[in-house]
Every structure is written in structure tokens, then in C-alpha cells.
């Protein structure tokens, strides 16, 4: 069942250099990302916005240099997390309906309440090294899913370009967006364990259900089978959707509130949003948009068979809705790491599956204009 690329076929001894260039390449990543957050920290201002305060109440007051990066962004909602993982305490947050919200992805919180021990102090600290593992594993993944197309893996570093502002909040599309590549990996070999993924996914960023169902949408349209078995193939995608609501349902009862009550600035009329960022001269959004758009047309151009055009073209779509107000804040960059990521991969690897086609028939058309030795031309 066609739902990724087969791997190139290589020897053991080429497998096994290939292996240890996917951690190079990850590792590499990692190291990249830590400076970066590292330069990011050392220029936050912790005196910064007097007369505004963090939503988060837990730093609502004199802060370290850490603490004042977290607050810049969402990371203090992960923080608080962190130090409130049984949801008791929701007037730590403000609206308690942002609480929700955020905590509508539960993996980021509960993997830096355990890396941080449940200390406060360590909250912080605990998410730059996640946000700085978590960047070596999409790089990883990404370039895994290139050398499958028989690229270079080194693509995965493009993990930096696409995630500089997932590292300058210290948020979990980077780990998201690396469970989702992992299960388009697997999902041939290790078909429970790809669904695994996916439900681990949707729970560390609600938005990567668009990628789940860009795979089941894959699977349906181009299995050749009957429909009633590729109904079938498909049932277990829809795992990963039940387990977000159900969390959501524990949300309700915990907070009294939905997620998705949060989202009446986030989300509008599709094409409107980005209309009203344009005519505020939001011209960065414009051109991470155009960015976007030609990824995917490219992708369609070149592969469009391939599972992860159909998961960056689902991404696209989405982005068509966004408010303005993602826009211009940057938020887009966020919610489209796997567009950015896996359509890039998408390109480059329909570009060199072209290129190996037209191969053999050059060589041809070089042997047939070849002149035999010792006769004149």
C-alpha cells in the first residue's frame, strides 16, 4: 500500500554509513538549536514592558533571563504546566480559558514537568533542552525521509530555517512535526506503532490531526483495493482523534473549559486573514505565504504522489484560514513546520526521482551516438 517512498536500495555497509549520518546530521541540529536559544536567552530583558504583565501569574514578577524569554511567548503556559500537572491551580493562568488552550497539548507540559522533577526552578531549563532535542529529531527524521527519496540527508537541516521561531518560544512543534515524520516512516513496517506516533503527535500539537488525515486521505485515494477494504486500512487513523477529544473532555472537567473556545482570533473566513495581513503591509507574512504556495505547487508538479505533498498541500489549506493576526505575530511559522519541512523533502525528492528517470534514457542516447574506435566519424 503505497504510503511513503520504498528505501533506496543500498548495501549493508552503505546502510550503516547512512545510519550514522541521520544522528550526524540530528546532532548537528541540536547544537545549532542550543546556540541559538542560548543567544536568545542572553538577550532577553528581564526589565522588559513595564505596565504589561505575562498571562501566566507564576511570572508576574522579577524574573531571570530565562523567565523573561519565557514570557515573550507561550512557553510560560507550558511552564506552568510543568508545575501544575494535575490542573489544580488554574488561576495561575489568565483567562483560565488560555490554560485550556494550551494544555490541549499535554505531551510538551508533562515531558517538562518530568524533565524538570516538578521543580519550578528547573521548569524552564527543562524546556530549552526538550525544544533542543526535539529539533535533532525532526532533523533526523527529515533527513530519513530524503534518503528514502534518494536525497541527500542532509536536507534535514532545513529543520533550522523552519523552526527558528518554534526555538524562540520554546514550544512543541518541533517534537510534533517529528512524531508525524516518524509515523510516515513506519506506517508500512510498524503499522501500530505509526498509529502510536500519531496519537502522540495530536496530543503534543492538536494541529497535527491535519497531518493524520492528509494520510488517511492518501491511503483512501491511492490504494488500488476495494473501498470497502481500504475503509478498513483506514479505520485506525481514527485513533488519534479520539484520543485528543477525550483529553479535551478532561480539559472541560478539570478547567470548565474547551480549547477550541480559545480560538475565535486564531481562526476566519479562508483567504480573509491573510487579505487584512497584506493590507497592514505585513510583508514577512506574504512572503512565508508565497514561500508556502510554491512548495506545495512545486510538490504537486513533481510528486505528486508522494504522501507528504498530500500532508503539506492539508497544511496550506489550513493556513488559508488564519487570522491576520497569526499573520503578522509570526504564529504561522509555528503551525506549518511540517509544510515547511516535509514539502521541501517533497520537491527535492520528486526532483531527483526525475533525474534518475532521464538517466538511463542519456546513457542511450550516448551509447547510440557513440562512433566505434578506429573508424573515422
Known sequence: MPVDHQPVAATAPERTRGRHTLVLVGVIAAVISAFLIGGMIGG?????????????????????????????????????????????????????????????????????????????????????????????????????????????????????????????????????????????????????????????????????????????????????????????????????????????AVLHQRLGAWPWERSDDRLVAPFSGIGDAWSTQGTRAIAGFVLALVLCAGAWLLARRDVLTWIATTYLAFALTFSADVWLRGGYQRTLVPLFTFGVVAVVGGWRARTRASEPDARSARQRLRVPEGRPA
Open 44 to 248: 532577553a530583558n528581564p526589565d522588559c514592558c513595564e505596565g504589561k504583565h505575562p498571562y501566566v501569574r507564576l511570572y508576574d514578577r522579577e524574573r531571570t533571563q530565562l523567565e523573561a524569554l519565557l514570557v515573550t511567548g507561550d512557553a510560560q503556559a507550558f511552564a506552568a504546566l510543568a508545575q501544575d500537572p494535575t490542573l489544580a491551580r488554574p488561576e495561575n493562568v489568565n483567562p483560565p480559558v488560555e490554560y485550556s488552550y494550551r494544555a490541549q497539548r499535554p505531551v510538551w507540559g508533562y515531558l517538562a514537568w518530568a524533565t524538570s522533577l516538578g521543580r519550578s526552578t528547573l521548569a524552564g531549563w527543562a524546556l530549552v533542552a526538550m525544544s533542543v532535542v526535539a529539533a535533532g529529531a525532526l532533523a533526523a527524521v527529515v533527513a530519513a525521509l530524503a534518503q528514502r527519496r534518494g536525497c541527500s540527508p542532509w536536507w534535514g537541516l532545513v529543520v533550522i530555517a523552519a523552526g527558528i521561531q518554534t526555538l524562540s518560544e520554546l514550544t512543541p512543534e518541533l517534537l510534533a512535526a517529528a512524531l508525524l515524520g516518524a509515523a510516515v516512516l513506519c506506517l508500512r513496517e510498524r503499522r501500530a506503532l505509526a498509529i502510536g506516533l500519531l496519537c502522540a503527535a495530536a496530543l503534543t500539537r492538536e494541529s497535527m490531526l491535519l497531518g493524520v488525515a492528509a494520510i488517511a486521505l492518501y491511503e483512501l485515494v491511492i490504494a488500488r483495493t476495494s473501498l470497502r477494504d481500504r475503509m478498513r486500512v483506514i479505520a485506525p487513523f481514527t485513533l488519534p482523534f479520539l484520543a485528543y477529544l477525550g483529553w479535551t
